[in-house]
Nanobody, 120 residues
Framework: QVQVEESGGGLVQPGDSLRLSCAAS????????VGWYRQAPGKQRELVAS????????NYADSVKGRFTISRDSAKNTDYLQMSSLQPEDTAVYYC?????????????WGQGTQVTVSS
């Protein structure tokens, strides 16, 4: 089995920064891709940033370009979402989706989410 755990959420003020972590563990041969999603109350879950294995060009939603940065520590199977210049509209539960290759398959695994609240 594969476990995905996000951490790093919290309450911050507008303009502050926050770094989220996404740690994957279990019977993983490789991480094929990682996506950070967020879901605000009453809204659909949306893709914020993603990065595929072997690529040096992450993808970002227009709403976070220039403010969020996705990165990976392959040795730790941990991905990060560095968020800066946070605004109230960034308030949401942030989820990490890991596409993991195991010996017998490739599947998506979701974490439980971490709350980010931006408020003065």
């Amino acid at each position: 089995q594969v476990q995905v755990e996000e951490s790093g959420g919290g309450l911050v003020q507008p303009g502050d920064s926050l770094r989220l972590s996404c740690a994957a563990s279990g019977s993983i041969l490789s991480i094929e891709s990682v996506g950070w999603y967020r879901q605000a109350p009453g809204k659909q879950r949306e893709l914020v940033a993603s990065m595929a294995k072997g690529t040096s060009t992450p993808n970002y939603a227009d709403s976070v370009k220039g403010r969020f940065t996705i990165s990976r520590d392959s040795a730790k199977n941990t991905d990060y979402l560095q968020m800066s210049s946070l605004q109230p509209e960034d308030t949401a539960v942030y989820y990490c989706k890991v596409t993991a290759r195991r010996v017998w398959d490739v599947k998506d695994y979701w974490g439980q989410g971490t709350q980010v609240t931006v408020s003065s």
